[in-house]
């Protein structure tokens, strides 16, 4: 029909709403956005510009990237997840689904605001870290460490729709982001510097998952004894296999209705109304 | 024209057969309600004629669609009120009713159905806020915010209080006047009667009765009823045999001729000087003919 929108234009509307649904749930946005932020600062006081001798940099500017992958993978993983998981609790998937709306415009709405999200908590994160802690960045590496980011928003953004496929319930969502993003920030070396003293397993389990593989070139990317470019293509094409497996799956086995009865799903509603 | 032809149309969940075999012919511009009590299997025969379904066996064109293959033209040419959906807190009524609207490529305008469901006053606040009727009513409008040409109304007014239900009522009957097709689900007696050209009574995934509210059952042809109560003492006989002393203690007669039967009892009533309280003559209601037709009525 001539009167269509045209699908670029119906995305724009969706990315929008979206970002609209996100800044007005101020659980989500609190956690996104400003608990890594919190982090941030609280490490920066603590250690203040302390050097950490295996690295050579100082907390500050290991942290501030470090921090700003965090968020990235909370906006994307743990955000595009559960809202979805929620929402199809409450029956707003079904609504959707009963519209013309274009199940890949409606999905692409989600990501491309989880990337926005992701790329505003960053410019925060770095903003700060420059005017107040020292932090340095680098017109060298910038370009590797923008493509970095981007790949690996879009990859977490991706494994939060799989992670909404595969859970019954918007409570469930949240107790997986929980419990898979939180260890394997701590081993891969977001929350603590990566230590050589660690067992080999360990370091395997880190090495398999994409979070190692997004938070390592890029926060290789200001490190300021680091010479390079910052490109790591084994990364980059490790994250977009992850990625692309994970949209692949997610997308045949994406469900638009909760999978408990109506009754359950009622109960649920009335709840949130309450 | 016909809007929805369903032939033999099955669904089988497991082992239980939700649905066995159900034809249904709906014209255009027809208001065609499926009445029944819950797990009659209504709410399963819309969700297959919105696409939310798939069927086990049978024929369903809806527009001319096979609404499994859930086509963009097609969910473009229909609106969906559904009893299980909801809508995201956050938005406002009018940011809502603007991206549901942003995604048809006909639709109406946001401040029009605002006013057509009455949420003028609520414009501007969040969808949170709203009274259980009030997110009814946002609902009812983001199912017309495309112009549809077929709207599905799953039991549109549960749990509504008497005047937001009368309203609610206008606003379908207003979108009957502009030529619309409406499948209405309900198992409210007279919202079917005052809303629906025809009706469709379903019981255990099966039609058992199909006409106009008028005339459903054979209700046009049926037996009136004439009931009155008296204080006199039960000892009086009736002039008329049959007559049946109902819960509520007033007595009831099922009469092939009302005119004359009536006649006889007033005169007998003032031949003894009776006084008969509550007399009326009625027809069975849509609901004695529901009650009767789902087994719903524990005295039949």
Redesign the interface.
């Known amino acids: 029909?001539?009167?269509?929108?045209s699908n670029r234009s119906?995305l724009a509307?969706q990315v929008r709403?979206q970002n609209?649904?996100f800044f007005?749930?101020p659980v989500a946005a609190f956690f996104t956005i400003f608990f890594p932020l919190m982090i941030f600062v609280v490490f920066s006081l603590v250690f203040g510009n302390q050097y950490i001798e295996e690295l050579g940099v100082t907390t500050a500017q290991y942290f501030a990237p470090a921090m700003a992958v965090f968020a990235a993978v909370s906006a994307s993983y743990t955000n595009i997840a559960t809202t979805t998981a929620y929402?199809r609790d409450?029956?707003?998937l079904?609504?959707v689904?009963?519209?013309?709306?274009?199940a890949m415009t409606y999905m692409g709405g989600k990501i491309i605001s989880a990337v926005e999200i992701a790329v505003l908590s960053v410019v925060i994160m770095m903003a700060i870290g420059v005017a107040f802690y020292g932090v340095e960045i680098y017109a060298r590496t910038l370009p590797a460490a923008i493509v970095t980011f981007l790949v690996g928003v879009g990859t977490f953004a991706a494994l939060g729709l799989l992670v909404a496929a595969l859970v019954p319930s918007g409570e469930a969502a949240t107790a997986v982001t929980n419990a898979t993003l939180l260890p394997l920030a701590f081993i891969s070396g977001v929350f603590l510097p990566p230590s050589s003293d660690a067992p080999s397993w360990l370091t395997a389990i880190a090495d398999f998952f994409p979070l190692k593989h997004f938070v390592e070139p890029f926060s290789q990317a200001f490190n300021p004894l680091y010479t390079g470019s910052g490109w790591e293509w084994g990364d980059l094409a490790y994250m977009l296999a992850w990625g692309i497996g994970a949209a692949l799956l997610a997308v045949k086995l994406f469900k638009w209705?909760a999978p408990t009865g109506?009754g359950s799903?009622?109960k649920r509603?009335q709840r949130?109304?309450s | 024209m016909s809007v929805i032809e369903v032939e033999n149309l099955v669904k089988s969940y497991d082992d239980v057969e939700a649905v066995r075999g159900v034809d249904l012919h709906v014209d255009a511009g027809e208001v065609f309600a499926l009445l029944g009590p819950n797990g009659a299997g209504k709410s399963t025969i819309v969700e297959i004629l919105?696409?939310?379904r798939t069927k086990t066996s049978g024929s369903v064109s809806v527009l001319g669609f096979d609404p499994t293959d859930h086509h963009?033209?097609y969910?473009?040419r229909?609106g969906?009120v559904?009893?299980?959906?909801?809508?995201?807190?956050?938005?406002t009524v009018k940011?809502a009713i603007d991206?549901?609207g942003?995604?048809?490529?006909?639709r109406r305008p946001t401040d029009e159905l605002i006013e057509i469901v009455g949420l003028e006053e609520k414009t501007n606040a969040?969808i949170r806020t709203l009274s259980?009727g009030q997110?009814r009513r946002l609902e009812l409008a983001?199912g017309i915010v495309?112009d549809p040409d077929l709207i599905f109304l799953d039991e549109p007014t549960t749990g509504f209080d008497p005047s937001a239900r009368r309203q609610a009522w206008s606003i379908v009957k207003n979108l009957t006047s502009l030529g619309k097709t409406v499948l209405l689900t309900t198992h409210y007696m007279d919202e079917a009667q005052f809303l629906a050209d025809r009706v469709a009574v379903i019981a255990s995934g099966e039609i058992v009765a199909e006409g106009t509210p008028d005339s459903l059952g054979n209700r046009r042809t049926a037996q009136s009823i004439i009931t009155f109560s008296t204080d006199a003492s039960d000892g009086l006989s009736l002039p008329i045999g049959g007559a049946v002393v109902a819960e509520t203690g007033s007595i009831e007669f099922r009469s092939d001729d009302p005119t004359k039967d009536l006649h006889t009892i007033t005169g007998w009533a003032l031949e003894n000087n009776i006084e008969l309280v509550d007399l009326a003559v009625r027809r069975p209601s849509l609901e004695d003919v529901y009650l009767e037709l789902t087994g719903g009525d524990a005295d039949e």
């Open positions: 029909m001539s009167d269509r929108r119906l509307t709403y609209k649904i007005r749930t929402q409450m029956g707003i079904k609504r689904r009963g519209t013309p709306l274009p209705e109506g799903r009622r509603r949130s109304a | 919105e696409g939310h963009r033209d969910r473009e229909i969906i559904l009893q299980e959906t909801a809508v995201e807190e956050q938005l940011e991206i549901y942003s995604m048809y490529p006909k969040r259980g997110r983001l495309g």
